[in-house]
């Protein structure tokens, strides 16, 4: 097996920098709002707004997707609820397998929006013989032993690891060679995956520590200004909204 994560270029193929793909979920779930309040367009002010985005950024990402809006009335919802959804991907289902049914494994089986945004859990694999066959989400936990057959019968190509850290890599391999191609990696370790394979990391842990960071600084500046001293020298960074926030989920 090949070594060394996947390096994507910055553009996709359809023109599209990845940033601009990285802001698309932001943007979806703003709009998906406003649509569930039957609201039927809005401005790229308002929209940024809802998204945490500046709104110079949203009209360029918006162009992207050929999507300019119309002067005086704004951008249809729905309509740009489709052009992402389409844009994304999400307007197919998508099969995925969920890899370590311990606590973690069973609260995102568990979780309602996976089928709300088109992830469908086609099954959920565990190594205890003990779990196999108990119900978890209304379905039947299965045995690794039999993971390439339901990869392969389910059509498969988004696994989600929540084993172990020490088990990761060799379910991560297992899922590759059976035909999965995306990876979304709890487990607090780096995957080696072959070229066109992508995997993305989410570690709650890691923004508990940036968080961390900040409070500490802030702790910082607040006793320098209680005894009059200056505060220190370090660049304010109140940044506000996902635009300038540390993804929770970020390229492995
Ligand atoms: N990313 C995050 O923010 C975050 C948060 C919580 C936990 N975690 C990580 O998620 C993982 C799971 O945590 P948990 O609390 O659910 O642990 P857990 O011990 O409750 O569950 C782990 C499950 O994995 C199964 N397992 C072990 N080896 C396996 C293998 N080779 N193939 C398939 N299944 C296997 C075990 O039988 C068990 O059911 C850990 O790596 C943990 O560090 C990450």
């Known amino acids: 097996m090949a070594t060394g994560r996947t390096h994507r270029p910055a553009t996709r193929s359809r023109g599209i920098p990845e940033a601009t793909v990285a802001r698309l979920p932001l943007y979806l779930r703003a709009l998906t709002a406003l649509s569930e309040r039957s609201v039927p367009t809005v401005s790229s002010e308002e929209l940024a707004a809802a998204a945490g985005v500046n709104s110079a950024k949203l009209r360029k990402d918006f162009s992207y997707l050929g999507s300019y809006g119309t002067r005086g009335v704004g951008y249809d919802v729905e309509y ?17 397998v969920i890899v370590g049914i311990g606590n973690l494994g069973a609260a995102l089986a568990n979780y309602g929006g996976f089928a709300s945004r088109g992830f469908r859990v086609a099954a959920l694999i565990d190594a205890d013989p003990a779990m196999a066959g108990k119900p978890v989400a209304g379905m039947p936990v299965q045995h690794t032993d039999d993971l390439e057959r339901i990869i392969s019968d389910n059509g498969v190509s988004i696994g ?34 072959p070229d066109g394979v992508d995997v993305r990391k989410v570690d709650l842990s890691i923004e508990l520590q940036i968080l961390a960071f900040h409070e500490q600084r802030k702790a910082g500046e607040d006793a320098a200004t209680d005894d009059g001293a200056p505060a220190p020298a370090v660049a304010k960074d109140h940044r ?12 492995a």
């Open 80 to 96: 740009l609820v489709y052009q992402i959804s389409r844009e994304l991907g999400l307007t197919q289902d998508w099969p995925v």
């Open 160 to 193: 989600v690891i929540a084993t172990p850290a020490g088990a990761a890599q060799q379910v991560c391999d297992r899922l590759v060679a059976a035909g999965v191609t995306s990876i979304l990696n709890f487990a607090p370790t780096v995957l080696s995956v």
């Open 240 to 251: 506000k909204g996902p635009d300038g926030d540390v993804p929770a989920v970020m390229p």
